[in-house]
């Protein structure tokens, strides 16, 4: 007995280390995610490194200027929008006297993950280690002087300090929404107070309100623990809040919860590879994806900034923040495919927004504070026209229809306004196109910002795509006369097509081309007089949902290949000083191609439609490698919050969707030997690769669930079957795959929908 026992022993020692010491521990996930990834911008808007859980209405993007500041303004306690300031924060502090000087913190010892975020400010000697929920989150701050104070601040609203808890509010900037605060602290302050506007500490008051509304709370211990809760409905709510979500002040547990959730999120897409890199960069860009739309239902209701009240979900979360300029083209697509129920949700709070305005149209940009309404056209019925096609159900296509076609019939096509039509756009009606001044001509309509001006071609291409999608939805509820009417509509852009430049070019009001426009430069500042952000070669390429016309207007697939070609080959034109102080937004550039901006995501795809998808396959690899990278540039633009991480994560898989609205993805060139992707309706895609290696860009021969496949396309049923598309890769093109008649990607309608 004694042998078998010791035996026993040694086995078990013997294994565990062996365990213990095992190499090659395989990541989780969310082990991958660097949030650092493209921090520094190359010009405009950089990444943030966002700490929350996916999809919820606490978020937390440390407080500082850029990355490269050296100094942090206290911790903020929410973000209330994408790229809004942040709401609330705290300062740690030191007490001089009866006064208190806040400035800048000195930091070090920074990590962020998606999860948790640890700082310490280096000259006060604070350590400070926070963890979110969806709704509340907790922080601990240690002294190393063991005498701790904090200092809690809204920028524009009301706090109010009483023993160990602090309430309160802050005004958003539409002066009508409010963001409420609950917060308990674990340790019991000393004394407690106000702080006024000539800093003195005033013991005798607990409630400040106005801007910068400051409480000070003097613990004078070493360790002090808060947990918070936020609502947009009360403070009352935001204690419920909290109280649902954390049981503790242990950031450790707090942090685990929440590393838990993200690895279910991010692993439904796995990925194989030999390259490390490639799967920061993918994980990276999925979970950039996940931080918008925000769920902000609170037990069953929720605040609308559509109409400022409160509203009862029944049981369907009210979803906002979402720049749909930027996100149609592959988040909302993406979410069909991993998660059609939430996309569902999304879309039916859409409506209910369009439901809460007076005029009862679809939202641009909605956020917590209402609609922004930037950029131009209407998306959102690219949204419900692409989830319509891939049989997504869950909400009222009649409602989701009407409102859409109020939109787009009654509102301004003028960019970054809200506003009824004006007497452009009853020109736009009678002649099928925007008009555009002539090269100096005075603007002479009212309502035209003078920043935005009338981005005249980019209006009218944006509407012709949003009349197809409409055109969609009609169909889908057997309105034949509204079909044929935006059909029609939607076939607009061969008036503005210029058959002697191959270029969409701006006409006058008088019919005529407008003489003297440069396809680079014309157009003023981010070429807006014409286009927009971008100048007019890459909105060339902008009939995502008629590319097969395009094909024949440009005189066939050999002039295609070869106008698409110019556009990756031909230079800049002026230093890049000059080119970038017109064009900020146009980054990323390779030749006049922009992989710094959403309009051109869907170009490197378009040598599918001419017969030539090699081409397409050595541009998504080195697109991919030059542009998206696991460093603090490794984001050619303005990301979007995730409209253009979309584009890595379906690129890195193999395939694109070039047309939302219709139901079919143009293959690419993968990046991992191995992708498995859970779908929605719970059975899995597979992509596998042989002859996995990254020199082996290119497609030689494909099988779709065992049957040989010869085109460049699948479409969403194929995927949503489940199965497998086994492709084999090679160092140099087989010229021969997907290039005959058969093979080319459908436009403007599909056969088998």
Not at 431 to 459: C, H, M
Request: neutral net charge; hydrophobic residues 35%; aromatic residues 14%.
């Amino acid at each position: 007995m004694r042998f078998f026992l010791r035996l026993f022993l040694i086995l078990s020692v013997v294994l565990n280390f062996c365990s213990c010491n095992s190499p090659g521990k395989e990541k989780d996930p969310v082990d991958y995610v660097n949030p650092y990834m493209g921090n520094i911008s190359h010009l405009l808007v950089p990444t943030f490194p966002t700490v929350h859980l996916p999809h919820s209405m606490l978020r937390f993007i440390p407080n500082k200027e850029s990355y490269t500041s050296e100094q942090m303004y206290g911790i903020p306690l929410v973000t209330t929008s994408h790229r809004s300031p942040s709401s609330f924060r705290i300062s740690p502090f030191r007490m001089v006297g009866d006064s208190v000087c806040l400035k800048g913190y000195s930091y070090d010892n920074e990590k962020v993950e998606p999860y948790r975020y640890v700082v310490r400010f280096d000259e006060e000697e604070v350590d400070i280690d926070y963890a979110p929920s969806h709704q509340s989150a907790v922080c601990h701050f240690h002294f190393e002087d063991n005498n701790g104070n904090l200092i809690f601040t809204a920028v524009n609203g009301e706090l109010e300090v009483s023993g160990d808890t602090v309430r309160g509010y802050e005004i958003l900037r539409d002066g009508k929404t409010k963001v409420f605060i609950y917060l308990e602290t674990k340790e019991m302050p000393a004394r407690a107070g106000i702080v006024r506007k000539n800093n003195k500490v005033d013991y005798t008051r607990t409630k400040y309100s106005g801007r910068d509304a400051s409480v000070i709370l003097c613990f004078g211990t070493p360790d002090i623990h808060i947990r918070y809760g936020i609502s947009y409905i009360s403070g009352e709510q935001a204690q419920k809040n909290m109280q649902r979500e954390i049981d503790t002040y242990d950031t450790d547990v707090i942090a685990r919860r929440g590393r838990d959730i993200w690895n279910n999120a991010l692993g439904k897409i796995k990925v194989q590879g030999d390259n490390e890199n490639d799967k920061v960069v993918f994980y990276t860009s999925l979970y950039r994806i996940y931080e918008r739309m925000v769920n902000i239902s609170e037990d069953g209701k929720y605040y609308s900034g559509f109409d400022k009240k409160v509203h009862e979900d029944e049981g369907i979360p009210f979803y906002t923040d979402d720049w749909v300029w930027d996100t149609y083209r592959a988040v909302h697509p993406l979410r069909i495919l991993i998660e059609p129920e939430k996309q569902a949700w999304m879309i039916r709070s859409f409506i209910r927004m369009a439901r809460q305005t007076p005029e009862g149209w679809m939202p641009t940009f909605p956020e917590v504070t209402g609609d922004s309404h930037r950029m131009n056209g209407n998306h959102v019925v690219s949204v419900i026209a692409d989830a319509l096609c891939k049989d997504l159900t869950g909400f009222d296509v009649s409602q989701a229809y009407k409102a859409c076609k109020s939109a787009l019939s009654e509102k301004s096509h003028l960019p970054w306004l809200r506003i009824p039509k004006t007497e452009l756009d009853d020109f736009f009606t009678r002649n099928g196109y925007f008009p555009g001044l002539n090269i100096g001509e005075t603007e002479f309509v009212k309502e035209v910002d003078s920043w935005e001006r009338r981005q005249s071609v980019a209006i009218s291409l944006g509407a012709y795509y949003d009349y197809w999608c409409l055109s969609r939805i009609a169909r889908k509820l057997g309105m034949k006369d509204d079909v044929n009417d935006f059909l029609i509509n939607s076939q607009g852009y061969r008036k503005l097509y210029n058959k002697e430049t191959a270029f969409f070019h701006p006409r006058n009001n008088k019919g005529d081309f407008i003489e003297g426009v440069d396809y680079k430069f014309s157009g003023g500042l981010g070429a807006r007089d014409y286009y927009d952000e971008n100048n007019a070669w890459t909105y060339r390429w902008a009939v995502p949902h008629n590319i097969a016309d395009m094909v024949s207007l440009m005189g066939g697939n050999e002039k295609f290949v070869g106008n698409l070609d110019r556009t990756f080959r031909e230079p800049l034109g002026k230093p890049k000083y000059e080119f970038y102080a017109q064009l900020p937004d146009q980054t990323g550039n390779v030749g006049q191609f922009s992989m710094g901006n959403e309009p051109s995501l869907h170009i490197p795809y378009l040598y599918n439609y001419a017969k030539q998808p090699w081409r397409t396959q050595k541009k998504i690899h080195r697109l991919l490698d030059q542009w998206f990278r696991n460093d603090l540039m490794g984001m050619p633009g303005d990301e979007d919050g995730g409209g253009m991480s979309a584009f890595v994560v379906f690129s890195s898989l193999g395939f694109y969707p070039v047309t939302p609205g219709l139901p079919m993805y143009a293959i690419g060139s993968p990046r991992f030997e191995r992708s498995l992707i859970k779908l929605g309706n719970g059975k899995t895609f597979e992509i596998i690769c042989e002859h996995y290696a990254s020199e082996n860009k290119y497609i030689q021969s494909a099988r779709l669930n065992g049957k040989v496949w010869n085109k460049s396309w699948f479409s969403h049923k194929d995927i949503m079957r489940g199965g497998k598309l086994e492709l084999v890769m090679g160092k140099y093109p087989n010229k021969a795959w997907a290039s005959d008649d058969s093979s080319v990607p459908p436009s403007f309608e599909m056969e088998d929908e």
